[in-house]
């Protein structure tokens, strides 16, 4: 069956046994306790299909997000609000959790069920993945009691919020029972074709749970440094993903046109390259990009309408030329030149919304795994401070970005213009690697762990989301710029987290005032956010 067709499947189920905190759920969800036709097989991936960008989400990270990390800039203000994708992730996910934990149920009652081991932890890694991701946007959120009235009846229509500091060691328990029990024996029940993810490559699935788990271990060390230390350091002496292992959406191999991916781009309008992300890319503001040594730059970004390099500020200010243009229209699909006499700052590049059907959505690159290494090793949490063996990971870290990003240009049959034809050479790679600002510092360690943090800044482009936690989780040691730092301060850093959809004090009103004291703001922190 075709993966878009299992979406609707997969939506299908969660509609109807999901746990939500909205009215009426009561009649939806009756009788909760009989049987269901779904198998277990539909409902994985049903799951899988929810982890593909919203539409709104997207438009979003261009708008709000970009900027908050300063991977990008907006020109101006394009209209569109966070509760808009708040609300689309919050529906999302509470939609998944219901088939997830129906599949759990289905499994459990299985009399198969020790041979459907596999099939229950990849559901619990990628559950793994899409728990966190909102818990990073929202904080504490339902999680525990949440997704269970199908299955549990009606004590479980409106569930408790669980801390965040729960939320991820229960997250990182799961991820260690995946890796655990994954299994290759010939016993355990395969589902063919139902498998779109990793296509039932177990090796695979558990470097990618056991990545996970390192990422998720990092991300709460500065507030548990107690807890996420033996996790580090086990997970290092488990598999974890490499080079070519790369886990992402893969439009072409899934059957899937990411219709969305272009909207995304046409309704932002306004995302630009800034100065801080140009600073990390180029040596000099020359327009004609002989300053540029990052062979990233060309790839996520493109010259403006005269052909010109030029980066609009991070943080304006009254005197910065105004910019116009529409580099983002339709009318680029069919004359690629043509971005408007009014586009003076370069855009991001189209490609990423012309290409529908090969371009990915990654969501764990190999070079992520090198630099949170990197990361290990500098700081000396998880395993023995070795700034050497540090400076080996990160120079690993950005040769597989640089490759990654530059095989996702040369594999697209929409990318012509400045496509690259080959991957950069040894020569280009140590040009990069010993430029000032790129060199690894390995005589000072804050130095080097900034240098760290900038890369998968890079690396992570395309992930916003999970650069906007890498800044909370590190207090603000991602680049940012200290010009006119003032006018970010007031536009964008006042930005924490997203407010929760309005449905929750509106249905589950109980529940939400006890985890905000209504004082749902965006200017309110998180628990990991230092």
Known sequence: ???????????????????????????????????????????????????????????????????ITQQAMVTSNSGYVMANAASELWSNYYLALGNYRLLEKRIDESPDRDRYKNLLAMAKTVMAYKTIKVSEFFGDMPYSDAGRAATEGSSKYRSKYDTQSEIFKSVIGDLKWAVDNFDTGNDQIAIGSYETFLKGDIAKWVKFANSLRLRYALTISGKDA?????????????????????????????????EGRRWSFNSGLFHRMGTTMWSYMSTSDAKDGSGIFDPRCRIF????????????????????????????????????????????????????????????????????????????????????KNMVTAKAEYEKGVTASVNFWTKVAMDSPDWVVAKPSTLPTSAVINTLLTS?????????????????????????????????????????????????????????????????????????????????????????KTWLEK
Not at 232 to 253: F, N, Y
Not at 312 to 320: A, E, G, K, V
Request: charged share 15%.
């Open 226 to 258: 107690a807890y996420a230390t033996p996790v580090i350091t086990e997970a290092l002496t488990k598999p974890l993903l490499v080079e070519g292992d790369d886990v992402a959406i893969w439009p072409l191999s899934l059957g899937l046109t990411l």
């Open 436 to 524: 000032p600002k790129i060199a690894f510092d390995i005589s000072n360690e804050a130095n080097a762990l900034k240098q760290i943090y900038a890369q998968m800044w890079i690396d992570g482009f395309r992930q916003p989301w999970d650069v906007w936690a890498l800044k909370r989780r590190t207090g603000n040691l991602t680049p940012m710029s200290a010009v006119n730092a003032a006018y970010y301060d007031s536009n964008f850093g006042v930005y924490h987290r997203f407010v929760y959809p309005s449905t929750e004090p509106d249905y589950n009103g109980a529940n939400w005032r006890d985890a905000t004291g209504n004082q749902d703001l965006t200017s309110k």
């Open 301 to 384: 970004f493109e010259p403006n309408n005269a052909g010109q390099w030029v980066a609009y500020p991070q943080n304006p200010t009254n005197t910065t030329t105004p910019e116009g243009g529409l580099p983002y229209h339709n009318d680029r699909l069919t004359s690629w030149s043509k971005k408007g006499d009014g586009n003076i700052y370069s855009p991001l590049n189209y490609y990423f919304a012309k290409d529908q059907t090969t371009i990915p959505e990654p969501i764990f690159t190999a070079a992520e795994v090198h630099l949170l290494k990197a990361e290990v090793f500098a700081t000396g949490l998880g395993a023995a």
């Open 1 to 67: 069956m075709k993966y878009h067709k299992i979406i609707y499947i997969g939506f299908l189920a969660a509609v109807l046994f999901t746990s939500s905190c909205k009215n009426g759920f009561e009649e939806i969800n009756k009788p909760w306790d009989k049987a269901v036709s779904a198998p277990v097989e539909q409902l994985y991936n049903g799951l899988v299909s929810t982890m593909v960008l919203g539409w709104q989400e997207q438009v979003t990270y261009h708008s709000w997000i970009y900027p």
